[in-house]
C-alpha cells in the first residue's frame, strides 16, 4: 500500500517538474511575440495558432493545453506567479454572465479591426499583437495583485475551451483520506476551491487546467487524474 502511495506520489512529482521544464521553454515566446510582432507582424499569429491548438486540446483533454501548453499562461505560472499577491480571484470574473459578453466584445472588436484591411495578412499580425499586447498586460496587472492565472478565467481562449472541454478527464477525489489542509488549493494556479468537491469524488471545475500541481503536494494522494483512477480499477 505504502509503495503503491510513494510509486504514485512519484508519478504526479515527474509530471509536474516536465510541465515546468516545457512551460521554461514556452516562456520565452511572450515577450518575444510583444516585442519583437510590431515590426514583424508574422509573430502575431502565434495567437491564433495558439487559440486553435486550445479548442483542439479541448475537444479531448478540457483546458489541457492551458494548464501544460499556453505560452501566455507559462509566462503568469514561471515569472509572475513568484512576485504575486497569491489572493483570489473574485467570483464574478469566474461567472459566464461576464466572461461570455467579454469573449463577444473581444472576438468582435478583433474581427472588426481585421476587417478594416482583410487583404494584407501584416494587417492581421498587427491586429493579433495588439490584442496580445492590451491583454497580457492586464493578465500581469491582474496576476501580480489577485493570483497569477486571474486572467485565465475570462481569457477568451480559455473561456472558448471552459465551453469546449466541458468537464472532460477532471481530477479524482478520493475524500476519505482528505484531511482537509487545503495545501492543494494553495498551489493551484486557479485557485480553484479542491477541497469543497471532497463529497461527491471527483473535482467538477470545468476550468481546472489539469497541471496536477494539487495532486503533487497533496500528502496523502487523494487527487488523480480521472484515466488513473481507471487503469488501477481494472488493473
Not at 469546449?164 to 476519505?176: E, I, K, M, T, W
Not at 471532497?198 to 494522494?221: F, S
Request: charged share 20%; aromatic share 10%; proline share 7%.
Amino acid at each position: 500500500m505504502n509503495g503503491n502511495i510513494r510509486k504514485r506520489d512519484n508519478e504526479w512529482q515527474a509530471s509536474v517538474r516536465r510541465r515546468r521544464q516545457v512551460q521554461w521553454i514556452l516562456v520565452p515566446v511572450v515577450p518575444i511575440v510583444i516585442g519583437l510582432g510590431w515590426r514583424y507582424p508574422i509573430l502575431g499569429f502565434a495567437v491564433p495558432v495558439v487559440m486553435l491548438m486550445g479548442l483542439i486540446g479541448a475537444v479531448f483533454r478540457g483546458r489541457y493545453v492551458c494548464g501544460n501548453l499556453c505560452p501566455r499562461g507559462a509566462f503568469f505560472d514561471r515569472v509572475i506567479a513568484p512576485i504575486s499577491r497569491m489572493g483570489r480571484t473574485p467570483l464574478f470574473l469566474r461567472q459566464r454572465a461576464f466572461r461570455w459578453p467579454l469573449l463577444i466584445i473581444l472576438m468582435g472588436f478583433m474581427l472588426y479591426r481585421i476587417l478594416q484591411n482583410p487583404a494584407d495578412w501584416r494587417h492581421w499580425g498587427r491586429v493579433f499583437w495588439g490584442m496580445c499586447l492590451v491583454t497580457t498586460a492586464v493578465g500581469v496587472i491582474l496576476g501580480f495583485f489577485l493570483r497569477p492565472r486571474a486572467w485565465c478565467f475570462f481569457c477568451p481562449g480559455g473561456t472558448m475551451q471552459n465551453i469546449v472541454g466541458l468537464l472532460r478527464h477532471p481530477l479524482q477525489f478520493d475524500g476519505a483520506k482528505c484531511k482537509e489542509c487545503k495545501v492543494c488549493e494553495r498551489v493551484c494556479p486557479m485557485g480553484l476551491p479542491i477541497v469543497s468537491w471532497k463529497k461527491t469524488g471527483t473535482v467538477l471545475e470545468r476550468d481546472c487546467i489539469q497541471c496536477m500541481e494539487c495532486a503533487a503536494v497533496c500528502p496523502v494522494q487523494a487527487l488523480s487524474p480521472s484515466d488513473t483512477r481507471s487503469k488501477s480499477s481494472t488493473g
